[in-house]
């Protein structure tokens, strides 16, 4: 137990720190390309691919043989939990990472947010969703296995296409904050803490890397997983060390509707996660980067449920909740 809970802290607090330093919130990544940013995008699209590359190797090594190799397939549940959550995040203008690290960078709002999250992941553990298993979890579940190909085969074209785009389409890097990382860096360097962070996992007695699913509602089933519960709190240390030393450190409040926003959001967060059976760091980097199908179908889900929420806003007058408003 003790070295699962440090090798959570470790992976957390880097989390925490890159997570900040390049304000890379899910909600802002995929918001923004609504309003044609994608310099949060582009970052992320780069980690994905390049930590593709990192778990092949990693899962050739004799720690890697012990982790999650891919996640299952279940439409219903990767639907409905994906479009739960992606509306989650357009009403709390934040993921669930994004709360952890802007807890640690002085957002005092975002403790609601949290319990909001704690109370939707606790909801959502009581509820049994019909429907198939469509793709088994393991390689079965994946790209790769679907195709019939070794993992390396579709990571690593994968990895050279979006560093040849990414090459290509420069520009577009509208940086917020003089503290903040330029796209580029902040990619390579989410994509290094992730692959660490399945590393750490495995090391730890975890079998996989960076996700916020599953800890409230194994603390309330008395079987508790402390990497991740480490891991969690760790994104708030790494968060508070980055805004504290490089800048972005505000403590600060939020109004009665944007608390109200906080708690519901936060809810559809944790309720939606757990039917996904992955959040925006189970799904939106850790799976996507083992190349699983239900993580990409999750993906679009997100995108979807914030697209849908900023129309139903648009039609109702509701101004429009953006994470670069309310960081």
């Not at 049994?128 to 019939?148: A, E, N, S």
Request: glycine share 18%.
């Amino acid at each position: 137990m003790i070295l699962a809970m440090v090798t959570g802290l470790v992976a957390g607090v880097l989390f925490g720190y890159v997570l900040q330093r390049g304000r890379l919130c899910f909600h802002a990544i995929f918001a923004g390309m609504y309003e044609r940013r994608f310099a949060l995008a582009r970052a992320w699209l780069l980690a994905v691919a390049l930590t593709s590359v990192g778990l092949t190797v990693l899962y050739a090594t004799p720690v890697g043989r012990g982790l999650n190799t891919g996640l299952p397939l279940n439409p219903v549940g990767n639907l409905l939990g994906g479009l739960i959550f992606g509306i989650g995040m357009a009403v709390a203008a934040s993921c669930v990472s994004g709360l952890f690290f802007k807890l640690g960078s002085g957002m005092l709002g975002a403790l609601v947010g949290l319990g909001g999250w704690a109370c939707g992941e606790l909801a959502a553990s009581r509820v049994r969703l019909p429907g198939p298993t469509v793709l088994p979890g393991g390689i079965d579940g994946t790209l790769p296995g679907v195709l019939g190909v070794p993992r390396a085969v579709v990571a690593i074209p994968f990895a050279a296409l979006v560093v040849v785009l990414g090459w290509r389409w420069r520009g577009g890097d509208h940086r917020q904050y003089a503290w903040q990382w330029r796209w580029p860096f902040a990619g390579v360097a989410l994509a290094v803490v992730a692959v660490a962070s399945w590393l750490l996992a495995g090391l730890g007695g975890a079998s996989f890397g960076a996700s916020t699913v599953g800890a409230v509602s194994g603390v309330a089933a008395g079987d508790v997983n402390w990497w991740l519960v480490t891991f969690l709190c760790g994104i708030v240390l790494g968060g508070f060390l980055a805004a504290r030393t490089a800048g972005g450190w505000w403590l600060r409040g939020e109004t009665r509707v944007r608390y109200l926003r906080l708690l519901f959001g936060g809810f559809l967060l944790g309720f939606g996660a757990l039917l996904a059976g992955g959040c925006n760091l189970g799904h939106g980097l850790s799976g996507t980067a083992q190349l699983n199908v239900s993580s990409w179908l999750v993906v679009v889900a997100f995108v979807v449920g914030i697209g849908l929420t900023r129309k139903a806003q648009r039609v109702f007058s509701a101004p429009p909740m953006l994470s670069e408003k309310t960081y």
